[in-house]
């Protein structure tokens, strides 16, 4: 049976993925461009297991496979991150991070694809899904991009489990997701009952407060850990707002969204701090900021792990 990584070595996991996956170009992690594989290598990877083929409708297309996926490319962090701890290492060819990166893996030679974002497939820049399955590439998209609709938790779980289903492990799949729910379930019991703070996400923005809405996967990961998205109205995953909502609504904890390219924590903290308007608004006013990584509130394995940290630093007294 596959071991499920503990608590310390699951962090230090995703500490070592992010460092090793986040990149500015293709990463080529076994293997080096299309030849194939070693004798024993190539059967293992290959090999149909017991309930092959099996069809997966993934945003509106049907893909039939005879076998796993044996040279894997991802695009994004979040897809790699879910395969490795899926123990698929050995699936994994290559990852692309940016998009402007992933024309170049057909040098890898991928028989599977697997986006993180929308933009993975952008048709306009000429690699849209029916782009690969032309040239004989399946593709899987997350499915946080399927269509417009409220993210959650059991999207998590639907996607990891379907990958899962994709590549032969369902067994794993279904421990994995004991364990994720286990640990959500965990963090929401030692808050209940307790009041719900109000929270502000801070993604970016400066002249407008860039913000999560009501349908993204960061408002029900607020929830689970005992807050309320003040902009939970928001009909959108994302959404501009002004300043003077923001202080009218009156946030105690802001939440800051950490990626690169849209300046560090430590720039956003001093830019809401340094905002005369925002001076009473009483998370500025009490400097209470809760940070996650962009990566921790989209659909895959660290959203678990995001509720134990803002429950922690939405109610700190029940973590003592």
């Not at 076998?67 to 699936?91: F, M, N």
């Not at 300043?243 to 009218?248: D, F, I, K, R, Y």
């Not at 720039?267 to 001076?279: G, N, T």
Request: proline share 5%; net charge negative; hydrophobic share 40%.
């Amino acid at each position: 049976m596959f071991p499920l990584l503990t608590p310390a070595r699951t962090r230090g996991f995703l500490r070592a993925t992010a460092a090793a996956v986040t990149l500015s170009s293709v990463l080529l992690t076994t293997g080096c461009g299309a030849s194939d594989r070693a004798g024993g290598d190539a059967e293992a990877a290959t090999a149909a297991p017991a309930g092959f083929p099996v069809t997966i409708d993934n945003c509106g297309m049907r893909t039939t496979y005879d076998k796993p996926p044996s040279r894997v490319v991802t695009i994004h962090q979040h897809p790699a991150e879910l395969l490795l701890a899926l123990g698929l290492k050995d699936r994994l060819v290559g990852t692309a991070f940016p998009d402007s990166a992933v024309l170049k893996i057909l040098d890898a030679g991928p028989d599977f694809v697997y986006g993180g974002y929308g933009s993975a497939f952008a048709e306009n820049e000429g690699r849209s899904r029916k782009a690969f399955a032309d040239a004989g590439i399946d593709t899987y998209l997350n499915r946080e991009y399927c269509g417009e609709k409220r993210v959650t938790m059991k999207d998590t779980y639907d996607e990891i489990r379907t990958i899962g289903t994709v590549f032969g492990v369902p067994d794993r799949a279904d421990e994995l997701v004991a364990d994720l729910e286990g640990r959500v379930g965990k963090a929401a019991a030692e808050v209940e009952g307790e009041p719900e703070v109000s929270v502000f996400v801070y993604d970016s923005g400066d002249k407008s407060a860039f913000t999560a809405g009501g349908k993204s996967l960061g408002t029900e990961l607020i929830r689970l850990a005992g807050g309320e998205n003040v902009f939970a109205d928001l009909d959108d995953v994302f959404g501009d707002v002004s300043w003077e909502q923001v202080v009218e609504r009156k946030p105690e904890v802001i939440a800051i969204y950490d990626y690169a390219g849209a300046g560090s924590v430590k720039e956003k903290k001093e830019f809401l701090l340094s905002q005369p308007a925002l001076a009473d608004v009483p998370a500025v006013r009490n400097k209470r900021f809760v940070v996650l990584p962009l990566t921790a509130t989209l659909v895959g394995i660290r959203s678990a792990y995001a509720v134990e940290d803002l429950a922690r630093g939405l109610h700190p007294e029940s973590f003592r």
